[in-house]
């Protein structure tokens, strides 16, 4: 039923009431400066790690904070990673399992960026929460809990068991967390029967979406080094093959001007579009207008809603990234640097493969650069390697969700993919086998990683009752999934 029931009504009416300390939660969240990234600041991520999993506790959860050991730092120091969450709630057989993903770091954020607020410090202005982790991801991750909350305060019996998988590690690449999926599959994962990631955005402002895909992505790490030390340009000058200058021809050479990858055999591989795929591009309500206003840009290559869609979705794409050992600071500085090291990568789509394309990039750059002769050192290496993910929409996961977003927000879902790349999700899927699904709450102008990260007060409460309806449609889901089951054993 797309109406919402009595129950429902209920549990969304508290919510309603109670959104200001839903809200006051969330600013304690954001208050704590979570940065994964910056080694400095690792004891505060461990330090919210430690506080999701209490808020879990006075849930009622088993919440076990799993360690995870130490990292190298570039500078060959060690560090400590914060640990991982695996809390549980409820334990009925009856009863289907339903895991949820977040994390609780966030990326770097200061003031000085360019922030208009105290990054952290949740400030509502216009409806609008800013703050570094409002919507990536500690809104999410605050709704699923509210949602509980909210179950829990009306005395309500859960519809179904909950699992939490929480870390702190996400915005660094989450490290260490496949060796424990892994290790936990045959564990914490055996009565799993879905898998939820609320840690994407919907395609549009109003919208709401459900995502069935993501991207993949090959990062790689150019490095051309000279001679041991820098030198100055009017002393050396003209008279050696300069680092920068081999990189900067090794990085033109990647891409067209529109945008079409260089190296030999990339498409190779990528899905053919058949017309049934088309169609699933015109049906998608998507402003390329609004797109361009949220990404404030002039132009994009492409002019159709259908093109963006499919060269977000379905086409690879290659980005440079940066230069380390580049001169960046204003002024100029007459210096040839000795060694420079370009970052780059592809977004993969299905069905290429990541081994392949490593071969492929690395062959192709060691052509380019044995065509210029240079007497510098080339090496390049893959630091990152994420494949895509595409589930089944057709899923009774999927539908679930439907119901659920129709019944909160009066309206069917967006079936989207994302451009970006969440490696837990094909992680999960390929590991433990089980239904996994993206369910975004924040809307496309929330400016994850920028410096005017929000989430609407609109998306934070909605999204609260949309995991609430969750549970309620999974439950329902259930029942019918058993009685066709049960029917099918007793004819
Ligand atoms: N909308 C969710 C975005 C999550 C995100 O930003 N993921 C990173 C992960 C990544 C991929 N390669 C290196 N890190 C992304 O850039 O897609
Ligand atoms: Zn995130
Ligand atoms: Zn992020």
Not at 279 to 287: H, P, Q, R, S, V
Not at 341 to 349: E, H, L, T, Y
Not at 451 to 480: C, D, M, P, V, W
Request: net charge negative; charged share 25%.
């Amino acid at each position: 039923s797309s109406s919402s029931s009595g129950l429902e009504n209920r549990i969304f009416q508290y919510i309603d009431l109670h959104q200001n300390e839903f809200i006051q939660t969330l600013k304690e969240w954001v208050a704590v400066e979570s940065d994964s990234i910056q080694p400095q600041l690792r004891q505060e991520v461990t330090r919210m790690v430690e506080l999701t999993a209490d808020r879990l506790r006075a849930l009622g959860a088993t919440a076990e904070l799993v360690k995870l050991g130490s990292h190298k730092l570039t500078d060959g120091h060690s560090l400590l990673l914060p640990p991982l969450i695996l809390a549980e709630l409820g334990k009925d057989p009856q009863k289907p399992t339903v895991c949820f993903y977040g994390h609780v770091d966030v990326q770097p954020a200061k003031k000085e960026d360019g922030w208009k607020t105290d990054p952290y410090k949740l400030t509502e202005i216009d409806g609008n929460l800013y703050g570094r982790g409002a919507t990536d991801n500690k809104g999410p991750v605050l709704a699923w809990i509210n949602a509980v909350e909210s179950f829990r305060a009306l005395k309500l019996d859960m519809p179904v068991n909950l699992k939490f998988i929480i870390e702190g590690m996400e915005e660094a690449g989450s490290l260490g967390l496949e060796e424990v999926i892994k290790k936990e599959n045959q564990r914490f994962f055996s009565d799993v029967d879905y898998i939820v990631i609320s840690d994407n955005l919907w395609l549009n402002n109003r919208k709401p979406a459900l995502t069935y895909g993501t991207r993949g992505n090959l990062c790689f790490s150019v490095e051309v080094q000279g001679g041991q030390r820098d030198l100055h340009s009017g002393t050396f000058g003209g008279i050696i093959h300069e680092p920068m200058t081999d990189l900067i021809a090794l990085l033109d050479s990647l891409v067209d001007t529109s945008g079409r990858i260089l190296i030999p055999g990339v498409y190779d591989d990528v899905d053919s579009l058949t017309e049934e795929e088309k169609k699933l591009y015109e049906a998608i309500t998507f402003d390329p207008e609004e797109h361009k206003n949220n990404s404030g840009v002039k132009k994009f290559l492409y002019d159709t809603k259908e093109e963006i869609l499919m060269h977000l979705w379905r086409y690879p794409s290659l980005s440079i990234h940066g230069i380390e050992g580049a001169f960046h600071e204003p002024g100029i500085k007459t210096v040839i640097p000795a060694r420079v090291i370009g970052k780059f990568s592809i977004r993969q789509v299905p069905h290429m493969n990541v081994s392949v394309g490593e071969r492929q990039v690395i062959q192709y750059l060691e052509d380019v650069f044995s065509k210029r002769n240079s007497s510098n050192e080339l090496k390049v290496s893959v630091p990152i390697s994420a494949m895509p993910w595409v589930a089944d929409i057709n899923d009774p996961l999927y539908t679930a969700a439907g119901r659920a977003i129709k019944t909160v927000f009066g309206q069917d879902p967006e079936k989207i993919r994302d451009g970006a790349t969440i490696p837990i999700a094909q992680m999960f899927q390929n590991i433990t086998r089980k239904s996994v699904m993206m369910l975004p709450i924040g809307a496309a102008d929330d400016g994850e990683h920028s410096q005017k990260e929000k989430i609407s007060r609109h998306n934070y409460i909605q999204g609260t009752k949309l995991f609430a309806a969750l549970f309620l449609e999974i439950a329902k889901l259930h029942g019918q999934l058993q009685e066709a089951s049960n029917t099918k054993t007793t004819n």
